[in-house]
């Protein structure tokens, strides 16, 4: 069904597996819009509660962009094309279901730009993070200026988007950029085992509370997403049935309503 990603279903995990290692898995066209789609079966598949991406091979989650689709473009295309590409990760971050990215080597300008925009990060030993566009004479322009800034901090983010020196696992981790650090063997097994924690939580509850914080870093009013949110929630099925479970000391029962 696709030629430039994997997609595979596991119990209630989609893992979607960008799938060009020869190029160190770099963003082009195909893979671009290909994500898209692979989103779209994600999202509109209730059986789904959580999805996993990574890169093909043990080089890379994603080296970036690809540089060779860069020739021929003006100024309008350029900013399309960096506009379509925010779009998508928009898609990934407003996702109401957690997204985690399974950082594995390399994950370079849009690569690294793809992995800030999922919810969580979870890297291996040997991965390396970086916005090296400024060598290119370019600036990232998938969200790298903005969520780098959020993920690490205005002042080491700026160092790094000028200096376009990488983040190694262990900064990354320090400074929050990724969740935690695991072996490359160990890497998938961490994410699924983040995911079935979730998928033990309320599912609307998750939704929600993924909403407030995108509405929060995106330049929306986030308490106010929060209180509307919390409204919503206090009246649902999910927290009378989680509250139920709690008093009765059972196990929720949860239906994502
Ligand atoms: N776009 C297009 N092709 C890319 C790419 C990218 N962003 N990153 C890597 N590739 C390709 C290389 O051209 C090479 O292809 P080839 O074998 O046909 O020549 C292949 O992937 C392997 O990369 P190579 O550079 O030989 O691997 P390396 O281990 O020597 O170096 C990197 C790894 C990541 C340091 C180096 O590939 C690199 O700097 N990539 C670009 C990173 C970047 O600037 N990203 C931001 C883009 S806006």
Redesign the pocket.
């Known amino acids: 069904m696709f030629s430039s990603l994997k997609t595979e279903i596991s119990g209630s995990v989609f893992t979607i597996t960008i799938n060009r290692p ?3 898995n ?1 963003l082009n066209q195909s893979v671009m819009s290909e994500l898209d789609q692979a989103l779209d079966i994600f999202l509109q598949n209730d059986n789904l509660r959580g999805a996993i991406l990574r890169g093909e091979g043990e ?2 989650f994603a ?6 689709e860069f020739s021929g473009l003006d100024a309008a295309s350029g900013q399309a094309l960096s506009e379509k590409g925010q779009r998508l990760f928009f898609k990934i971050e407003n996702s109401p279901k957690p997204i985690i990215a399974a950082v594995n080597g ?1 994950a ?3 690569g690294c730009e793809l992995a800030m925009a999922c919810h969580l990060r979870v890297a291996s030993t040997n991965a390396l993070f970086g916005q ?2 400024v ?2 004479g ?1 600036l990232p322009g998938y969200g790298g200026t903005q969520r780098l800034v959020q993920l690490i901090g205005k002042g080491k983010a700026t160092e790094y988007l000028l200096t376009a020196d990488m983040i190694n696992a262990e900064k990354a981790l320090e400074w929050g950029l990724v969740n935690h650090v695991t072996t490359r063997l160990e890497l998938v097994d961490k994410c699924l085992e983040i995911l079935a924690k979730i998928a033990k939580q309320g599912p609307l509850a998750v939704r929600y509370t993924l909403q407030a914080i995108s509405d929060g870093v995106n330049g929306r009013d986030g308490y106010k997403t929060e209180a509307e949110l919390f409204g919503k929630a206090i009246v649902s099925e999910d927290a009378a049935e989680g509250t139920a479970a709690f008093l009765e000391k059972r196990k929720a029962n949860f239906q994502g309503k």
């Open positions: 020869d190029k160190l770099a080089k890379a080296a970036g962009a690809d540089i060779q390399f370079l300008g849009g090296p566009e060598k290119l370019l």
